[in-house]
């Protein structure tokens, strides 16, 4: 059996890239421990001679964990919503076997090609007809909205794999479509769901332009709009800006962490077929 020769120059351009990413990260953290008059005069790589941790105090003591709150319940409501009407239009889409649920699966492609700067305008008249301005649900609205055709074609196509005996056994014994969602559908699609909330979350919590646009008082602030906030606040002192970056970069981490296992899995599935 012939050996395989190691690819010296993919290891190479996999080191050089771990560099890429690691370099800016490293300043990060590193500049965020630095106190305001050492960072002028330090090399911006060096470990800083005297590490504080003044900067984070700096930025939760000024409304950060009000804004980390808000960020949560936005990004968990839209995550949640998210998943179960993805999941329940997917189980539609795949057993339903009808026109119908074939050009519903069609329009919920045809939504990933709506861009969203392109909607902002009437969103911003929906939300403020419906007197939902400035509100945490004006924001979790529209991202579900985004969020629920790429999470419908990523469950639709992992159901597709699951095996078609295994409903038709279910079905004689007499278990109706709620009792196959609940034992079968649920357990099967785990990784899948796992993925679309992952990247879901990520989305939402990194998201910009639905808190600028649909919020505006201090209270209903999440995170991206707080740390824009701190650029204006702390404009001269630059490691408390990066502080509170990486204050709101460890629950996405942690999230990351969490299901790291399963993103390859559901978002290749079905699409090799």
Do not use: C
């Amino acid at each position: 059996m012939a050996r395989s020769r190691p690819n010296v120059l993919g290891g190479l351009a996999g080191f050089a890239w771990l560099f890429v990413v690691l370099v800016p990260v490293y300043y990060i953290v590193v500049t965020s421990l630095r106190g305001q008059s050492g960072f002028f005069g330090a090399n911006p790589l060096s470990l800083p001679a005297d590490p504080t941790f003044e900067n984070y105090r700096l930025v939760l003591d000024n409304g950060f964990l009000r804004y980390l709150l808000n960020s949560a319940i936005v990004t968990a409501g839209t995550v949640v919503i998210t998943v179960a009407a993805a999941l329940l239009a997917a189980y539609y889409i795949v057993r339903g076997r009808t026109r119908f649920s074939a050009t519903t699966y069609k329009i919920f492609l045809l939504g990933l090609a709506i861009p969203l700067q392109a909607t902002i305008i009437p969103i911003y008249y929906l939300i403020t007809r419906a007197h939902l301005y400035d509100t945490l649900l004006a924001i979790v609205l529209p991202s579900v909205a985004f969020a629920i055709p790429l999470s419908v074609v990523v469950l639709a196509n992992f159901l597709r794999d699951v095996p078609h005996e295994l409903f038709e056994s279910m079905r004689v014994d007499g278990a109706g479509h709620g009792r196959m969602l609940v034992s079968l559908v649920l357990p099967m699609v785990k990784p899948a769901m796992v993925t679309v909330a992952v990247y879901d979350g990520l989305n939402v919590w990194n998201g910009f332009l639905f808190p600028l646009i649909l919020t505006q008082s201090a209270d209903q602030r999440v995170l991206p709009m707080a740390l824009w906030a701190f650029q204006g606040q702390f404009r001269v002192n630059i490691p408390a800006v990066l502080a509170a970056v990486v204050l709101s970069t460890l629950p996405v981490l942690a999230l990351y962490i969490l299901g790291r296992r399963y993103l390859v899995t559901g978002l290749t599935a079905g699409f090799g077929k």
